[in-house]
């Protein structure tokens, strides 16, 4: 079995080693590389999951369909497709970076500190899920409107990293200009 190894990374996000993925989540999480993936769906939905209550920080929040990190040398979109399969056994199609610099700092409840560079990726469903109880405790299908209101509403209720991908995101999207009447 391959060691789950996380990449280390210097403030200006170059790679500077690794570390065991369980040793580096803690009090003083040292930077290091990341992704969040958001699944749509042929209706055009979002999948949410929520984490399990085992999870080390922030169980039982909702979050984007699923994070984890690359391993050394590991391509990003294989790592995004492996996690997804160990996950919530689903195959992907049509994988999108839509965040390549996104970056956080959020503190647990618990003191535990996750500091990531994180790219925020888009995929299709290629296949039915099965999630991991020990990653995923309940999942949602949701219209991203929706979504934006309930993170907007009640923004305690997610992952600290979903609320600050979604407002990003959705600055992403500009409104279209109001037609004029001829």
Not at 36 to 48: F, I, K, N, Q, T
Not at 89 to 111: I, V
Not at 132 to 146: G, I, K, R, Y
Not at 157 to 182: G, H
Request: charged share 25%; hydrophobic share 40%.
């Amino acid at each position: 079995m391959t060691q789950d190894l996380v990449v280390l990374l210097d403030d200006a996000g170059r790679p500077t080693g690794h570390a065991p993925r369980e040793t580096v989540h803690d009090a003083h999480t040292p930077l290091h590389l990341a992704f969040s993936c958001y699944v749509l769906d042929d209706e055009h939905r979002v999948l949410m999951t929520r984490r399990a209550l085992s999870k080390r920080t922030w169980p039982g929040v909702w979050t984007n369909s699923f994070c984890g990190h690359p391993r050394p040398g590991e391509a990003p979109e294989d790592a995004v497709r492996r996690r997804a399969r160990d996950e919530l056994g689903l195959e992907l199609d049509e994988l999108s970076l839509l965040l390549p610099r996104f970056r956080y700092r959020a503190e647990d409840a618990s003191g535990i500190v996750e500091n990531e560079v994180c790219p925020v990726w888009f995929a299709r469903a290629a296949s039915p899920i099965s999630p991991s109880p020990l990653e995923v405790m309940d999942h949602a299908w949701v219209d991203v409107t929706d979504l934006g209101r309930a993170i907007a509403s009640t923004p305690w209720a997610f992952s600290p990293w979903s609320v600050l991908q979604v407002s990003e995101l959705a600055d992403l999207i500009t409104p279209l200009p109001a037609r004029q009447a001829s």
